[in-house]
């Protein structure tokens, strides 16, 4: 059997006009799916009843279980009581104890409730309600019949509290959950009510398993062309899916499998990763699901019993603190310089005053002075430097904003048997006595905040390359 299938609608005009993030479908999305539900469906309506009314119809037309947010407060705009009565051709009906919870909330409060609180008492008839110890709307359950023109409310016999109208579609019912808007009161109602069942009646004792693969230097049009073939076969596939999702500064893979306990999600995820690694470049794949690039480089660092320093220009420190926010950065991280002055590259990196005026801040030969100097001052292993023109301003059409030379820096001696040979490192390396250095340049078009966070990225990349013996240039 393929997973069965969920839709998600959350309600509410704001949403539509960009006034918070719709993070219930978000959150909705990532449990269904945790649970081997398929989400098909993310809408958002406007707090109108046939707008709610329609998305609903549109979902229940396509999906086992609905799941709707919002619009169950006590005001005019609070509709999707309305619009489902409206699909199922129910009534409302007040829920007594529902009613009871909200008076001893405000008793609490020392407050008589509004009248118009009564209103979110009104639960569709032959719904089940979700009492809400949270806040104070209640959220409902309908199991209903899908068919088209005798889509229903699906209630078990005549003493249950509502008439039954149309067939009941016995065989796939289809679920609609109602639940409070506010993130605070939905969330604890899934869990607490409708985890659990869900898991069991949806998803068959299916699970789910993401695996992310993180890659650098590949963009996700190069990835596309690539794996074009493995997107082909997995059309349509309801157990495995493959995603691309283009972060600041690195290409995601993301993969998704779905299947009865761990053993059958490992059967299907293992061919799916060798296929994938069989096509890109090996050295591109720097991390899975949670590990960063800094995380990598510094473990890769430490592995080796190597320390770094850096000398940054237009990142301000970037690399430096990308490196420290990760625990125990202390055993390779020696010092990191901000050199933004060409005096502060002259004094604390030793850049020559010719080579400054001669070829600029921004430039392969300063690059190179600012890895030397910091390797020299720090005493460190290997040392990265940056230096590039972040904008909006200060662009030239020789050097055009974004672009960014890097210097990597090592001591030969520490780095034999680890680093790639030099002619194998794809960058021209001179050699200054024992030590050596190589430069190379991006030039990412961006904004201030990307060029510096791209620029950041490619400097951690060129250390985590240089310790784990992998060429330093990107693939072509
Ligand atoms: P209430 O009883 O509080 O009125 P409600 O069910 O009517 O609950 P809404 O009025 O639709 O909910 O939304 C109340 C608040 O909940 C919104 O102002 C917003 O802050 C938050 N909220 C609603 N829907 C979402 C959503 N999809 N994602 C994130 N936050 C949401």
Redesign the pocket.
């Known amino acids: 059997m393929p997973p069965a299938t969920a839709g998600i609608l959350?309600?509410?005009t704001?949403?539509l006009q960009g006034l918070?993030?719709?993070?219930?479908?978000q959150w909705l999305a990532g449990r269904l799916t945790a649970a081997g539900i398929t989400v098909r469906r993310v809408m958002a309506a406007p707090d109108e009843a046939d707008a709610v009314a329609d998305a609903l119809r549109f979902l229940s037309d396509r999906c086992d279980l609905v799941i709707m947010?919002?619009?169950?407060?006590?005001?005019e705009d609070?509709l999707t009581r309305q619009a489902v009565c409206q699909v199922f051709g129910s009534q409302l009906a007040e829920d007594a104890r529902a009613w009871e919870m909200i008076l001893e909330r405000f008793t609490r409060r020392g407050t008589p409730p509004p009248a118009s609180n009564r209103v979110?008492c009104m639960i569709p008839k032959g719904a089940r309600t979700l009492y809400n110890l949270w806040?104070?709307?209640p959220g409902f359950v309908i199991e209903a019949a899908t068919t088209g023109a005798s889509r229903s409310v699906a209630v078990d016999g005549a003493d249950q509290n509502g008439a039954v109208e149309g067939p009941r579609h016995s065989a796939s019912p289809t679920w609609f959950v109602a639940l409070?808007?506010?993130?605070r009161e939905c969330r604890p109602m899934f869990e607490q009510y409708l985890e659990a069942e869900i898991a069991q009646r949806f998803g068959g004792g299916v699970a789910s398993r993401i695996l992310t693969l993180h890659t650098y230097g590949v963009s996700e049009s190069a990835l596309n062309d690539l794996l074009h073939p493995l997107f082909a076969d997995l059309r349509g596939d309801p157990w495995r899916t493959l995603a691309f999702l283009a972060g600041e500064a690195r290409v995601d893979i993301r993969l998704t499998v779905r299947g009865q306990g761990a053993a059958e999600m490992r059967k299907r995820l293992a061919p799916l990763v060798a296929r994938i690694r069989r096509r890109v470049p090996a050295d591109c794949f720097y991390g899975t699901d949670d590990e960063t690039l800094e995380a990598v480089a510094g473990r890769a660092l430490a592995q080796r019993g190597l320390t770094l320093a850096t000398a940054e220009s237009c990142t301000g420190g970037l690399v430096a603190k990308r490196l420290t926010d990760v625990p125990g950065s202390s055993d390779y991280l020696r010092e990191g310089w901000v050199t933004y002055s060409n005096e502060a590259k002259q004094h604390r990196l030793g850049v020559a005053a010719a080579t400054l005026r001669r070829h600029g801040a921004v430039s392969e030969e300063t690059a190179r002075e600012m890895a030397l100097g910091a390797l020299r001052e720090s005493g460190a292993d290997v040392a990265v430097s940056v230096t590039g023109i972040a904008g909006p301003a200060g662009g030239t059409g020789e050097k055009p904003v974004g672009l960014v030379w890097y210097g990597l820096a090592w001591r030969e001696r520490r780095l034999r048997g680890i680093a790639a040979a030099d002619d194998a490192l794809g960058l021209g390396v001179t050699r200054v006595g024992a030590l050596r250095v190589a430069a190379t340049q991006t030039n990412f078009r961006s904004t201030r905040d990307l060029v510096r966070i791209y620029a950041s990225h490619r400097a951690l990349d060129l250390v985590r390359r240089l310790a784990l013996g992998l060429p330093l240039c990107l693939p072509r």
Not at 20 to 25: R, V
Not at 69 to 75: D, K
Not at 180 to 183: A, D, F
């Open positions: 959350s309600t509410g704001e949403i918070y993030p719709d993070t219930n479908a947010t919002g619009g169950l407060g006590p005001t609070d979110q806040g104070t709307a409070p808007g506010p993130p």
